[in-house]
């Protein structure tokens, strides 16, 4: 984490834009970096200019309130410089190693792109899905940027990409 830290910190000086930092789980020789926001959060203060990217947070495997509230907090310490990955998952053990079911990784993205981004702009947040149910809650704190931090959405297959027939925001890319 230091080294990683310390060089996102340099490319901030020298003037690079953006560093992304890489959702993984349970494989010490890929990744080992199971909270990227938490990183980007303490990078928040030490830089200044450069944009902190998630690439991409693994949505199936979190609750979307708490990714809606955890990105804004994000957000708000970085003078808005958060830009938001996200994907469906790519390996099994990593639903294994939740609980998840693997089969359901699609719907859960879905659902969780949509109540995100309800989320951070809505006064009142009710949304009743296949997988999340929720009644009248008021998500706080809203992010910096509106509608929100730019959203990425991964894509490596077919099926990711057969997402994009939902209507997108100003501030999704695909």
């Not at 003078?79 to 390996?91: I, M, S």
Request: proline share 6%; glycine share 8%.
């Amino acid at each position: 984490y230091s080294d990683t830290i310390e060089q996102i910190v340099l490319a901030d000086q020298l003037g690079f834009s953006s560093a992304w930092l890489a959702e993984a789980h349970f494989d010490a020789g890929f990744s080992t970096m199971p909270a990227p926001l938490i990183v980007a959060a303490g990078l928040s203060g030490r830089t200044k200019n450069i944009r902190l990217g998630i690439g991409v947070s693994q949505l199936p495997l979190h609750n979307p309130i708490s990714v809606a509230e955890q990105t804004a907090t994000v957000d708000i310490l970085t003078k808005g410089r958060l830009d938001f990955g996200v994907g469906r998952g790519t390996w099994n053990h990593n639903f294994e190693g939740f609980g998840v079911p693997w089969e359901e990784r699609s719907t859960r993205r879905e659902e969780c792109i949509d109540i995100i981004e309800r989320a951070w702009n809505e006064e009142s947040l009710t949304y009743k899905g296949k997988h999340y149910q929720f009644n009248s809650l008021k998500v706080v704190p809203t992010p910096v940027q509106q509608p929100g931090p730019p959203l990425y959405i991964a894509a490596n297959s077919a099926g990711t990409v057969s997402y994009t027939h939902l209507p997108l925001t100003t501030n999704r890319e695909v």
